[in-house]
């Protein structure tokens, strides 16, 4: 069985036209955004000033680490990393798309939004969530 | 405000200890402090207890403080629990000061306790990774390590620091921690044995990184008229900072917080004479050592290389050994710091005694401290300073 890791976080495409997107907000006045989705701006400091918004699915690898070791769920080596959406926030995400090695990816490069599974739960559950993979071509030496 | 001063510190060694409950390291901690303090332990009037995960550890979710100090012959006196992860006790330390600031108590205890082995390890990570917001943070697998890992990396794309650099200042740490007797690895350690240890994410290695501990740290605070009845060595907390963790600005708070403690003493980072940060990963220091104001990003390898920051040094850091060898016991580490400093403003620091710049020992000492992980920036950032 697939579980989303949370509901209303994302958008997985359902066919190859569908694009896969992010769920966040945006501020209607200052035009912060966040991700996951808030109901306040920590700029304005408004209540009434945020709306739904989608991002992605490009973005820059901010930076990443390599990890040799696992939480439950987990299988190392995987990697962690930060992505800068380009219509949005930082968010912290799985990589995948390269191989689990320092030299598979560089910092500011092209990354793209994949959902995809992150893990198993402790039922065997395979859990949904968003990972970012390298562009090819894009950005890359 | 009326000023807070420090007249007694102690702490139950850093380590692991299965025959030992939370409650049993609460007691040695709380009464070394008093007997360093000489005090009458009648007198406190009240105490700030803090303490992250020992609702996941030992099932103790409320009243921590309570049945804690309780063991430790505390009944009646008001007793506040205080939680903010890594953070929790220079949290405690920090209420501590503004109560008897206020002129509320003149006698007031904080105490820092952490129970981490538990004979079952899962356990223990199951309870530390709710440091980060766990539903998101959690749900996708966040580790500490990587947050280190990440901003190290980030560092190395722009002002050149390397994996030996991180080596470095891992040896100068645990050669401290092997001075140090309450630490939980005594064990010196040469930059290639760092080196050449398993890789847990690159850049670091597994003696660069901090492993779980148990331990317990406490501290006498007291008004100026009780300090000078026990002691003729006034140290004072000349400042406390609290900031929670940004998202919005250049800052993720860290620097806002060093700024906030520079200007309630009165002082800048050109002043400070010793300095214990937070190194849960022990290359972290240099990016406190940058976020504090302490030196530049783009020195701190020439600096390394000097000894800048080690015992003999202009500015040592981590004389305890950091969190990496004293060990770290979250709820305890933030005290543990406090104790450190305090030790060395005296002159009690034993064989890593550092020497002060304009007296025997430092007079002007700075503890860095934070704690948890909420999208993007730490939870709690606090940045504590003493003066004699």
């Given amino acids: 069985m697939k579980l989303p890791l949370k509901e209303g976080l994302f958008h997985q495409p359902e066919s190859g036209q569908d694009k896969p997107y992010l769920i966040g907000s945006r501020c209607s006045v200052c035009g912060y955004t966040s991700f996951p989705k808030k109901e306040v701006c920590l700029k304005c400091l408004r209540d009434d000033t945020m709306e739904e918004a989608r991002f992605g699915p490009y973005a820059t690898l901010d930076s990443f680490a390599v990890m040799q070791v696992a939480p439950p769920g987990f299988f190392p080596p995987y990697i962690q990393g930060y992505v800068k959406l380009n219509d949005g926030p930082k968010v912290f995400t799985l990589i995948t798309g390269c191989e689990p090695k320092e030299d598979a990816l560089q910092l500011g490069e092209a990354m793209e939004l994949v959902i995809d599974k992150i893990r198993e739960d402790e039922n065997g559950h395979e859990i949904i969530g968003w990972k970012f993979k390298p562009v090819t071509g894009r950005g890359r030496p | ?388």
Avoid at chain 2, 112 to 130: H, P, R, V
Avoid at chain 2, 205 to 212: G, K
Avoid at chain 2, 325 to 339: C, K
């Fill in chain 2, 1 to 388: 405000m009326r000023e807070a001063f420090i007249i007694g510190v102690g702490m139950h060694k850093f380590g692991k200890f299965l025959d030992k409950g939370l409650r049993e390291l609460t007691k040695v901690a709380v009464w070394e402090a008093i007997h360093d303090a000489a005090i009458d332990p009648k007198l406190i009037e009240a105490a700030y207890f803090g303490n992250a995960q020992a609702g996941l550890t030992i099932g103790q979710e409320a009243i921590r403080g309570q049945v804690m100090l309780r063991h430790a012959g505390f009944e009646g006196i008001p007793i506040v629990n205080v939680e903010g992860a890594c953070a929790s006790s220079a949290i405690a330390l920090r209420e501590a000061m503004i109560t008897v600031g206020a002129g509320l108590y003149d006698v007031v205890l904080a105490v820092g306790a952490e129970k981490m082995y538990l004979n079952d390890t899962a356990k223990s990570i199951a309870a530390m990774s709710t440091n980060a917001d766990v539903e998101l943070m959690g749900g996708m697998g966040f580790q500490f390590t990587a947050s280190y890992a990440m901003t190290l990396r980030k560092y190395m794309q722009a002002y050149g620091w390397t994996q030996e650099l991180f080596a470095k200042v891992a040896s100068k740490s645990k050669y401290n921690g092997s001075l140090n007797p309450y630490a939980q690895y005594q064990k010196a350690m040469s930059i290639g044995e760092i080196l050449s240890s398993r890789v847990v994410s690159w850049p670091l290695t597994l003696y660069m990184c901090s492993t779980m501990a148990d331990g317990a740290a406490a501290a006498i605070v007291c008004s100026k008229k009780i300090a000078r009845r026990y002691t003729t060595q006034l140290i004072s907390i000349a400042a406390s900072s609290l900031r929670s963790g940004e998202v919005t600005g250049e800052d993720d708070g860290q620097k806002r917080a060093a700024q906030e403690a520079y200007t309630m003493a009165g002082l800048g980072p050109e002043d400070i004479e010793v300095a214990e940060v937070h190194d849960a990963m022990a290359p972290g220091e240099l990016f406190r050592i940058e976020k504090l104001g302490f030196c530049k990003a783009e020195d701190i390898s020439h600096r390394v290389d000097e000894g800048y920051f080690s015992l003999t040094g202009r500015l040592p850091v981590n004389t305890s050994g950091g969190l990496t060898s004293r060990g770290h016991p979250i709820g305890a580490t933030g005290l543990g710091q406090i104790a450190e400093l305090v030790w060395q403003m005296r002159g009690n620091a034993g064989a890593r005694q550092v020497r002060g710049r304009s007296s025997h020992h430092p007079r002007i000492a700075l503890a860095q401290n934070s704690g948890g992980y909420v999208e993007g920036s730490p939870a709690a950032l606090t940045v504590t300073i003493l003066k004699t």
